[in-house]
């Protein structure tokens, strides 16, 4: 395990979660399963790769001698930390209402991501926000959460 790279622990995950998910979409109906099975297959492919390429890491790191240590604390802050968020802005949905939670999560992202430029900042949200708006409220008439709020 001490030679375990990161992206041997996050594939093998990744490849469990397409596993579980396809063994869901065997309980749908065949023609409403079709896009879903296509689509994990796919993501089950990616895992694969992702996993050859770190158990090939891990090799190379025993071969070195190098050992892979504390990926946990240091490997996965950042993929946790964004998990965090993406979780966050879920729960925030009902409560705040779509349009604010996607600007709330949006900000969040953009600085924690390292982008500064407040001034762009607000003409991305804005551009995603009237993007949004125009494509599913206006023409669409999909109506999205307003929040308890409102």
Avoid at 38 to 61: D, N, Q, T
Avoid at 102 to 128: D, H, N
Wanted: charged content about 10%; some cysteine; aromatic content about 16%.
């Amino acid at each position: 395990m001490k030679y375990l790279h990161l992206d041997a622990v996050i594939g093998l995950c990744m490849l469990l979660f397409c596993l579980f998910f396809y063994s869901l979409a065997a309980d749908m109906p065949k023609d409403p399963a079709l896009f879903p099975r296509l689509i994990l297959v796919a993501l089950g492919a990616f895992s694969l790769f992702v996993l050859g390429g770190g158990l090939i890491k891990s090799l190379h790191a025993r071969n070195r001698g190098e050992a892979v240590t504390r990926f946990f604390v240091e490997g996965l802050r950042g993929p946790l930390t964004v998990y965090a968020g993406v979780v966050a802005y879920v729960a925030l949905i009902p409560v705040l209402g779509f349009f604010a939670a996607t600007s709330l999560a949006t900000a969040f992202f953009m600085m924690y991501f390292g982008y500064r430029s407040y001034v762009k900042a607000l003409m991305v949200l804005l551009s995603i926000n009237a993007f949004i708006y125009l494509l599913f409220v206006w023409q669409l008439k999909i109506f999205l959460p307003t929040g308890l709020l409102v």
